[in-house]
């Protein structure tokens, strides 16, 4: 085996990636496909996880999954569905997302607890069902792995009009440190990666626009929009070999973004 495939090799792995169909989601389960893992890509339309895992294959083994995340029965399900067709789980990426753009005068109560639900509930919860097959998977030289997909904007008080999502992001986070600490004793790490902008169905309306894409990557320390490669180089070090002795990190990949000093001098 050689160096690079020992530290950041999958060979073997079983992952979970939840929204894995679209956007950050997508180019984590390519990563992870790449690196020779097994990757069950779960959300809501299971026809584009099928059609994603079935581009995917060209790479390594991919499978496509239905999941509604937004309640408990929906997490249970996709939890015995992992069970009914793996022994163990080496890597669960907890990426689903919803968000919701109002303005602060009409905000909806409503955007509070779906996003809440998906973002974080559905997190905790699916970690939870899924511990007794992470277990299984880990030892002490290689723990299983938990990476949750935070946000640079859950350590920046920006409200941009979707409150509730930043909201939820700065929970991921603290629930990342909650759980890396529940979970160490299980040799299983739990870590979150913190993007910046990237393109992605949530972001599209900036991503696919010219001039508001050129704008906020001129707000970029590095000058520019994240890529699939800045996804895989962090997910990889999270969940290869390398990663082992790394939990309760929020790793950012932003371009620099997250240590901006707005307007201080
Ligand atoms: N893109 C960025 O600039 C950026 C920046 C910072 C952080 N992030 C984070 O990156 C992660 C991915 O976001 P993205 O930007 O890549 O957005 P995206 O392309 O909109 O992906 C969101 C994914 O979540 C899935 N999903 C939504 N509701 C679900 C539910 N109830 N059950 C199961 N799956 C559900 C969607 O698939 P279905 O519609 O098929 O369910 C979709 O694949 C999120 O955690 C987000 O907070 C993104």
Redesign the pocket.
Known sequence: MSFLDDIFGLKGKVALV?????????MASEALVRAGAKVYI????AD??KAVAEELSAFGEAIGLG????SES?VLQLSQSIAAHEDKLDIQIN?????CGASYGSFPWESWDNIMS??VS?VFSLTQALTPLLEKAATEEIPARVVN?????ANQPIGNNAYS?AAS?AA?HHLTQILSNELAGKQITVNAI??????????AFVTENEAAAKMVAGGIPLGRL?MPSDIAGAILFLCGKGGSYTTGAILPVDGGGHCQAHGMF
């Open positions: 939840t929204g894995g169909a679209t956007g950050i989601g997508r779960a959300s809501r339309k584009a996880c999941a509604d995340l937004s929906g990426n689903a997302v919803i968000t998906v973002n559905a997909v935070g946000s640079v904007v999502y992001k991921v913190a993007p910046g902008p990237f393109p992605s169905r949530m972001m994240g």
